[in-house]
């Protein structure tokens, strides 16, 4: 079974800023480093080198408990250390991640650790005729997206298209997707984290022709 991360929901996206990384990257004798940065951590294209990276985020305010996983400004994923350690337990040194503190705009540490992460591996198993999903019309291969207008939310993978040994991922034509397998999803959840909310994908046998 494959599990697709729903990035579009409001509640996985918390307003963290980075002060001295916008300070640094939106001078304009930087030119375009800024936005080759973020599109790095955003959309997984490249590993990011370490001077690319936030050294700080502050919260826009305090919160009661927080996500093990959220996105942030720029289209950071920021997880948490337990977060973390069940990625590294189905990928080990697949994925990349950055320790940054999180602290409030008064300088108070939220308890972490935490991570900015990094997810640069891609497969293609969407099977784009039998799913419902927005399809790019000018780049196709790449900007499409789950977002879709019904509530059936209908995307079909093809297993054989998928390699066994990742279990977290990217759909390459699929701009901001992230998606798991069921073990993993499954261990998220045994260790009670609060990752990004999933739905389940159909797989390739088990959907309907036409």
């Not at 935490?114 to 419902?132: A, P, Y």
């Not at 927005?134 to 977002?147: A, C, G, Q, V, Y």
Request: charged share 30%.
């Amino acid at each position: 079974m494959t599990y697709i991360f729903d990035m579009q929901l409001h509640k996985v996206q918390i307003p963290v800023d980075m002060p001295e990384w916008h300070k640094t990257y939106h001078n304009p004798e930087r030119g375009a480093e800024g936005a080759s940065a973020a599109s790095a951590w955003r959309d997984g294209l490249r590993r990011s080198v370490l001077e690319e990276m936030p050294t700080l985020l502050v919260a826009d305010k305090p919160r009661k408990s927080w996500r093990d996983a959220f996105t942030g400004v720029n289209g950071i994923h920021v997880v948490s250390g337990c977060a973390k350690e069940v990625i590294e337990r189905f990928d080990p040194d697949l994925h990349q991640f950055c320790p940054v503190p999180l602290r409030t705009k008064r300088g108070v540490e939220i308890e972490g650790p935490w991570f900015m992460m990094n997810v640069t591996v891609r497969q293609d198993s969407i099977v784009m005729e039998k799913s419902r999903v927005i399809r790019s019309e000018r780049r196709p291969d790449k900007l499409n997206s789950f977002r879709v207008t019904s509530s059936t939310k209908d995307v079909v993978v093809d297993p054989s298209r998928q390699s066994p040994d990742i279990h977290f991922w990217r759909e390459a034509r699929f701009q901001g997707s992230l998606l798991g397998s069921d073990d993993f999803v499954a261990a998220l959840k045994e260790a009670g984290l609060r990752f990004f909310p999933s739905y389940r994908a159909t797989d390739l046998g088990d959907a309907p022709d036409g």
